[in-house]
């Protein structure tokens, strides 16, 4: 009878141990998928970088390129120290996205 109830302990202990670990893990595993989150809010789910200022973002609501020029217009030299964005092709242009 003790080997049985010695069993018991051990099997009891390891359950323990288990649960302990497990719980480690999923909270381990919960916490990094809220600091990514939360680091990464505004890529993941906001398409314009300054909403406080609409009108610093591109009509389609994404964000500019490094230029200040939205998807389709090429940065484009005017002339006289001047850089402005065009649309392909187009003479509509006006100067970037700061």
Request: charged share 15%.
């Amino acid at each position: 009878m003790k080997k049985i109830k010695n069993m018991n302990k051990n099997q009891s202990k390891s359950r323990t141990v288990f649960w302990i670990v497990l719980a480690f893990v999923v909270g381990y595993g919960v916490g990094y998928a809220t600091h990514y989150l939360i680091v990464n809010w505004h890529s993941l789910f906001v398409s314009c970088p300054n909403e406080s200022n609409p009108e610093l973002c591109c009509p389609n609501g994404s964000k500019p390129d490094k230029h200040g020029c939205c998807n389709g217009e090429v940065y484009t030299d005017a002339g006289g120290g001047w850089m402005v964005c065009c649309p392909d092709g187009g003479d509509n242009c006006f100067p970037p996205i700061k």
